[in-house]
Structures are given as structure tokens and as C-alpha cells.
């Protein structure tokens, strides 16, 4: 797999790339915004870490762009440890952070599960996909389509999406799906969960703000209206 490291601190991009290259990635850099957003076109790129403060474009301007044009999971690198930063990054569409200095032990456990995450198990065709009322969820592409429409998701869009259509009606609290989705040692708190759903709703529903698919049960949690039917 092939990641992309976008940091203007060259020994820190330096120890990044030997370490991940250690686990047998293919490594590209970037020193800057621009940079980064000419190698983030790159198809083969599987994930990138970015750095919050870049010259030239900073990260969430980068993270925002990228988002335009590709789902490619998005780490984010941070020396602020303001909350507000920490949920702007994922407003941008970064799917995870973490705040310098780090264990690039944390990095790498990070960088992991994100790749479990979005690699199909087995080879195109071997997961089949999930017909949900008129929405169809892709495992192979993890891409969903509503009514003949299909919708671009970050991976943790589409795996709020994959729980919630797999156990319709089951109500999820903020804490459980943090758990769940982002890993019992996320460090974040439960208002990430809420931008991701309020993002989720503006991408899969008609009206976001009279939601048909993922309803809220108030003072309990999130769940899924319709019923499921695998094909």
C-alpha cells in the first residue's frame, strides 16, 4: 500500500517514511500544501497523514480539497490541541487525528485500523453488497447509492453507514459509536460522532434537516429507519 506523509518538517517526514517503510508501505512526500494536493491525485495513493499547519496551503484547505475530488482516508497531524481544531479537521473530511508530539507507535496502530477499515476482504466480487429499502451499500467500492444516485462517503461516513444499515431500528448512543466506529482508545469526545452523522445526512438524504434514514431517538442515540434485505 502506498501512503503519502505531507509535513513541512523534513526529520519528522524523515522518521515517518523510514517507519512505515519498515512495514513494507510505499512511501511518497510533501513539504507543502501544493505539493501534497498534485501527489493526492496520484489513484495509487491508499492513505495520506497531513500536518494542520502547511506552507503555501494549509492542511484543512488541503484536506477540503482532496475531498473534491477523492475519498482516500485522510489522517491528520496537529500541534494544537484546541478541541474546536480537532473537529474542524473532520468537518474538512479528515477521518482520524492525532496530536503532536506522538508514539509513531500510535501513528502506525492508527494508520492500521484505518486500512482494515477500507480494504475489501478477499478478492472483487467475494463481499456482497446490502440493499436497505432504495439504499445499496458497495463493500467491494464502499460507495452507497440512494435511489439510483451514488454517493461519495470517508471511510468512517461509510462504516457509520454499513453498522447502522446492518441492525435497523437498533438505537446507538454518541459513547457506543464512538467505541465502535473510531476504537475505545479514540481520544476524541462525542460531539465527533455528531458532526459525522450530520455529515452523513447531508449526503445521503433528501432533506437533512427531516432525516429519513438515520433518525435520532432523543436522550438515547442514532438508528436506522428501514428494513433489511441482503442481496
Known sequence: ????????????????????????????????????LKHAHDKSIDLIILDLMLPKIDGLTVCQKVREFSNVPIVMLTAKTEDMDKILGLEYGA?????????????????????????????????SKLSVGDVLLDYNQRKVTIDGRTTELTSK?????????????????????????????????????????????????????????ILTKWGAGYYFKETKETV
Open 157 to 213: 461516513e461509510f462504516d457509520l453507514m454499513d453498522l447502522f444499515a446492518t441492525n435497523p431500528g437498533k438505537v446507538y448512543g454518541r459513547d457506543n459509536l464512538l467505541d465502535m466506529i473510531w476504537g475505545y482508545d479514540y481520544p476524541g469526545d462525542a460531539r465527533t460522532v455528531d458532526v459525522h452523522i450530520r455529515r452523513l445526512r447531508e449526503k445521503i438524504e433528501p432533506n437533512p434537516a427531516e432525516p429519513q434514514y
Open 95 to 127: 477521518d482520524d487525528y492525532i496530536t503532536k508530539p506522538f508514539n509513531i507507535l500510535e501513528l502506525k496502530a492508527r494508520v492500521k485500523a484505518i486500512m482494515r477499515r477500507v480494504t475489501p476482504l478477499g478478492g472483487a466480487g467475494d463481499k
Open 1 to 36: 500500500m502506498k501512503i503519502l506523509i505531507v509535513d513541512d518538517e523534513k526529520l519528522l517526514v524523515k522518521g515517518i517514511k523510514f517507519n512505515f517503510e519498515q512495514e513494507g508501505f510505499t512511501v511518497e512526500t510533501a513539504y507543502d500544501g501544493e505539493e501534497a
